[in-house]
């Protein structure tokens, strides 16, 4: 029993050793690609031969964050999203964005949270403008996900909350701007009821989590 006591041990703190070795290599290069963005890159390091990419720094972040949720720290990883959203480009500012016709497979990529499907998509597309509403959605898919593996039913609700009353006033503001009055008002008709139906699909959704999770062990 000791020698098995002994190998689970150095396991143990080889996976520790491991966990901080990957942490400080993306703490490194997140801390590069932030003198980047800020322009005070080091005339003698390579970094200052590279324009700084949001897509990059994107993802270096999340697999900061994967990192987290792999050790079962599923609050660190949500931080590192929550940090993440303080960069991201304001979508209310990018209206052309919003009026072009989604891309249905990428959006549907990500409300579903495949992150590597998303992570290789959004590589390929190369900068956020054209894509930053799915990026939106795919934040929220990947923050409820971690919410729920912290049983944090409270935050759920007020994150499902807060989505639909963004998204809601995001696309009233654009509809605001359309210029034939009538197609605004059947747009917004429209809107109204999507809301309402996100709403009653959260609330089956929450009375189906509820009756399960009272039945478990």
Not at 154 to 162: F, G
Not at 176 to 181: G, I, W
């Amino acid at each position: 029993k000791s020698e098995w006591d002994a190998v689970l041990n150095a396991m143990g703190s080889a996976v520790a050793l491991g966990f901080q070795d990957r942490c400080h290599k993306f703490d490194d290069e997140l801390r590069k690609l932030d003198l980047q963005r800020r322009g005070e890159a080091k005339p003698d390091s390579d970094q200052d031969t590279r324009k700084f990419h949001l897509v990059n720094f994107f993802l270096v972040k999340e697999s900061l964050a994967f990192t987290y949720e792999q050790m079962r720290l599923p609050g660190e990883a949500l931080l590192q999203y929550e940090e993440l959203r303080a960069f991201m480009p304001d979508p209310e500012t990018d209206v052309a964005a919003w009026s072009r016709q989604e891309d249905e497979d990428f959006l549907k990529v990500a409300l579903s949270g495949d992150v590597l499907e998303f992570r290789g998509i959004l590589r390929s597309h190369g900068e956020f403008d054209p894509v930053i509403h799915v990026v939106e959605e795919y934040l929220f898919a990947r923050e409820l996900g971690l919410l729920f593996q912290m049983h944090k039913s409270v935050r759920i609700i007020k994150r499902c909350l807060q989505y639909v009353d963004h998204k809601f006033e995001l696309k009233k503001s654009l509809m605001e701007m359309a210029s034939n009055r009538d197609e605004s008002l059947q747009q917004l008709i429209e809107l109204n009821k999507r809301a309402f139906d996100f709403c009653w699909d959260f609330r089956e959704a929450s009375e189906f989590y509820l009756k399960n999770a009272q039945k478990a062990p």
